[in-house]
């Protein structure tokens, strides 16, 4: 009796989205008009652009920390204040140029975050949050004790290492502004490149089930830890940015929870935690917000958080999640899609 086989069924994975080419169009405009604002845009704006270009990444990296590999820290301006605390240490006692030493502020940031790992990662749930925030405000103390860094009253940058930056002001703030740009768009490229890699489908798997991921082989201690050093590293230097920008440094402000941690927690949740265009929504919303209501006082914190919670019970995924499940729409797609021919 002869049997017919019965054709198996082939299928196509798709790493890209119709939408992704319009998002890679839209970005590569949106770059290049960034790159021509020193040429028709003022001082506040390049600022501005600035401030928003070290929120977006922070925001980046907090999403990857909690939203991809499941790390809910509220302790990363612990980074921030290290980045900028080696900053003025690297240009006032080592000497070292203010633009290499933003770099090399990165390294002592991730340096620093070796010990902590090791710390805070004994640790899970509530605990790990509350773990980083500890640490941070150790940190904090700590800084607060180096009279050599202004102790717990903070000191100021010295003139002639602002003017290494540029000569003039509209030469030093041209200098931080690319600088600025540099840091906001190459996180955001180094975490699509992270994401659409091996690294980004075990920290998928360990999202979805750490247990079954490690049952596949995947190690996620190790997967964990490099994304909390990435993480830590990059941070690191944009607190090094912000202070360079600053001139002035405190252990108060370099280590403030709101500013660099709140901020961003409320950033990366309105816009859509767990995706890449959700930072860049939230951004978009928080910075309209701060515009708009900044002169309210009290009310504008209270009006933040009366966002935050009406967004979370309509969208509990985010304004962007809210978006592209109606939709469809994916600008950085990370997922791999399997479609049968």
């Known amino acids: 009796m002869k049997t017919t086989a019965v054709p198996l069924p082939t299928f196509r994975v798709e790493r890209s989205t119709r939408t992704s080419w319009l998002g890679l169009v839209l970005a590569i405009a949106g770059v290049a008009l960034l790159i021509s604002l020193p040429w028709w845009g003022g001082e506040d704006d390049l600022r501005l652009v600035v401030e928003i270009c070290y929120t977006l990444a922070l925001a980046q990296l907090w999403n990857l920390l909690a939203g991809f590999a499941g790390l809910v820290s509220v302790g990363q301006q612990a980074f921030v204040g290290l980045g ?40 899970r749930g509530a605990y790990f949050a509350i773990g980083t925030w500890v640490m941070a405000e150790l940190f904090s103390e700590i800084m607060g004790q180096l009279p050599d860094l202004g102790a717990g009253t903070g000191m100021s940058l010295p003139v002639a290492i602002s003017r290494a930056v540029g000569a003039t002001v509209y030469e030093r703030e041209t200098v931080l502004y690319y600088m600025g740009l540099v840091l906001g768009i190459g996180t955001v490229v180094l975490v699509f490149a992270w994401l659409r890699s091996r690294q980004g489908l075990a920290l998928t798997a360990i999202r979805d089930s750490e247990i079954a991921a ?128």
């Not at 080592?94 to 991730?110: F, M, N, R, T, Y």
């Not at 082989?217 to 920008?245: D, P, Q």
């Not at 252990?251 to 816009?271: E, H, N, Q, R, S």
């Open 84 to 123: 900028g605390y080696a900053l003025f240490a690297l240009t006032i006692i080592a000497k070292v140029p203010p633009i290499p030493a933003v770099a090399l502020a990165g390294i002592v940031a991730a340096v620093l975050a070796v010990p902590t790992a090791l710390i805070v990662f004994r640790l």
């Open 214 to 341: 490690g049952s596949i082989g995947v190690n996620s201690a190790r997967t964990k830890f490099a994304v909390y050093l990435l993480a830590a590293l990059i941070t690191g230097m944009v607190g090094a940015l912000i202070y360079l920008e600053n001139l002035r440094i405190s252990p108060d402000a370099a280590f403030d929870v709101i500013d660099w941690t709140a901020d961003i927690i409320f950033i990366v949740v309105i816009g859509g935690i767990g995706s890449i265009e959700g930072p860049f929504v939230g951004a978009l919303v928080f910075f309209a917000l701060r515009y708009f209501l900044a002169d309210y006082g009290a009310w504008y914190m209270i009006l933040l958080g009366a966002v935050a919670v009406i967004i979370m019970l309509l969208a509990p995924r985010g304004l962007w999640g809210l978006l592209s499940d109606r939709y469809d729409i994916h600008f950085f797609p990370v997922r791999r899609r399997v479609r049968l021919e």
